[in-house]
């Protein structure tokens, strides 16, 4: 929650000059601005190779729901993406497996491209059940998904005690969650899904660390928080990003 209207172009302008160079062949850039100003920073993106994503949706087409909006709504503004069960909206606003299964469905069908959210807590992994809680969390979100509709996702792990800390996961352990997180998907499916379906790691994402995140074999991206805030920032970790060889 933050950026008015006028501070998010403010900062996806700055954004389109500072990566204007870079080959989208490369690296994917989405930003996920507040409602408020999707439609605006659509505007900004025309001719951008930024992409767009909202930070939630709702799995009602339409209806008595007020607050809410709907995967039809997010589209409408030009957004491609959706992130779906982040770990704020699990720990403030009840988002739950079942609610979370049921958005991203809703999203495929809108023809958004989901970016799932999975991740343990301080005290989960202090208790060494990490792994529980990401099979729980993957196997609810891609629950009755099909291959076709699986390989349409992101998936995200966040370690909920790394957002926001300024602690961060060692690039060790961030890849043992993520090849956790592909074995997962390689029994659910098979090998050639976990090895399409994108990554990413998020959790105190800098520019300091990005680039021994990116070098691990299992980690394909980076969902940027509080960085994404400031163009300098963002930028470079898009642009070290891009440098990394796989």
């Not at 469905?105 to 989960?124: F, N, R, S, W």
């Not at 926001?164 to 029994?187: S, V, Y």
């Not at 394909?220 to 963002?234: H, N, Q, Y």
Request: with cysteine; hydrophobic share 40%.
């Amino acid at each position: 929650m933050y950026k008015t209207i006028n501070e998010a172009i403010e900062l996806v302008n700055g954004l389109k000059r500072e990566l204007f160079n870079l080959d989208s062949a490369t690296i994917e850039t989405v930003v996920c601005p507040t409602f408020t100003a999707l439609s605006s920073v659509a505007e900004v993106l025309v001719e951008s190779e930024i992409q767009l994503g909202a930070q939630d949706c709702f799995w009602q087409e339409e209806g008595a729901f007020t607050g809410e909006i709907s995967c039809k709504m997010v589209k409408d503004t030009g957004a491609k993406f959706v992130i779906i069960g982040h770990s704020e909206r699990r720990q403030f606003f009840g988002e739950t497996n079942d609610s979370v299964n049921k958005k991203i469905k809703a999203a495929l069908q809108t023809g958004l491209t989901p970016i799932v959210c999975v991740g343990e807590t301080l005290a989960e992994r202090e208790k060494g059940i990490t792994n529980k809680i990401l099979e729980d969390h993957v196997k609810g979100a891609f629950k009755d998904l099909s291959q076709e509709d699986a390989l349409k996702l992101v998936v995200a792990y966040e370690p909920v005690w790394a957002i926001g800390t300024g602690k961060t996961a060692t690039p060790a352990q961030a890849e043992e969650a993520h090849k956790f997180i592909r074995d997962l998907i390689k029994n659910m499916y098979n090998i050639e899904a976990a090895g399409s379906i994108r990554i990413q790691y998020g959790g105190s994402v800098k520019p300091e660390n990005i680039s021994e995140l990116m070098q691990q074999p299992d980690i394909d991206g980076a969902l940027v928080g509080g960085a994404s805030l400031k163009i300098e920032s963002f930028a470079a970790i898009v642009k070290k990003a891009g440098e990394v060889k796989k």
